[in-house]
Nanobody, 121 residues
Framework: QVQLVESGGGLVQPGGSLRLSCLASGVTFSTYAMSWYRQAPRKERELVAT????????NYADSLKGRCTISRDNAKNTVYLQMNSLHPEDTAVYSC??????????????WGPGTQVTVSS
């Protein structure tokens, strides 16, 4: 059974930092590209960052570029999101996604339940 579990969210003051983690089980983690998404109340889900299977390529949303870093440890089946200089508008539920393309173009995609990040003074 595939399971993704995020942790590390919480309440942080503006300008503060958080490190989110997402632990995967039930998948061959190293074969999946990993992404972080976020969804704020009354807003569309937004892609935050993506990292390739080996960690060699990363991409970031413009809204967080320069303020966050995605990384992964394939030995620990974990992907991380380090966020710095947080703004109140970064408040959202942050979820991780594991995705890979199988034979015949079939996409395998799994999601975690998310972790709440609240940026407020």
């Amino acid at each position: 059974q595939v399971q993704l579990v995020e942790s590390g969210g919480g309440l942080v003051q503006p300008g503060g930092s958080l490190r989110l983690s997402c632990l995967a089980s039930g998948v061959t983690f190293s074969t999946y590209a990993m992404s972080w998404y976020r969804q704020a109340p009354r807003k569309e889900r937004e892609l935050v960052a993506t990292i390739t299977t080996g960690g060699g390529i990363t991409n970031y949303a413009d809204s967080l570029k320069g303020r966050c870093t995605i990384s992964r440890d394939n030995a620990k089946n974990t992907v991380y999101l380090q966020m710095n200089s947080l703004h109140p508008e970064d408040t959202a539920v942050y979820s991780c996604q594991a995705a890979r393309q199988g034979s015949g173009g079939l996409i395998y995609s799994y999601w975690g339940p998310g972790t709440q990040v609240t940026v407020s003074s």
